[in-house]
């Protein structure tokens, strides 16, 4: 049995967003991946990037240097 842990969850406004999101962080090796969005979570499309607590600043720092927009930053144990 998988053990559940605390994550971070970062969702978008639209499918299209999530995707554009995972080619940016991809393209830049930041950590993380696309996963469907957990249902303890409501967001606007059905996908969010997931990735751990401890890199949300990179995250979301390299998101702000990029006028990345996301809908929601979360922590859910998943």
């Known amino acids: ?5 605390e994550q971070l969850v970062i969702s978008f406004a639209s499918t ?5 999101v995972e080619a940016f ?6 950590p993380g991946r696309l996963i469907p969005i957990p ?8 996908l969010a990037w997931k990735a751990n607590p401890e890199d949300e600043q990179v995250l ?3 998101f702000k ?3 990345i927009s996301y809908q929601g930053v979360h922590k859910v144990v998943i």
């Open 1 to 5: 049995m998988r053990v559940k842990k």
């Open 16 to 20: 299209a967003h999530a995707m554009a």
């Open 25 to 30: 962080c991809m393209e830049r090796e930041l």
């Open 39 to 46: 249902k303890e979570i409501s967001a606007g499309c059905g």
């Open 60 to 62: 979301l720092d390299a």
């Open 65 to 67: 240097k990029e006028d």
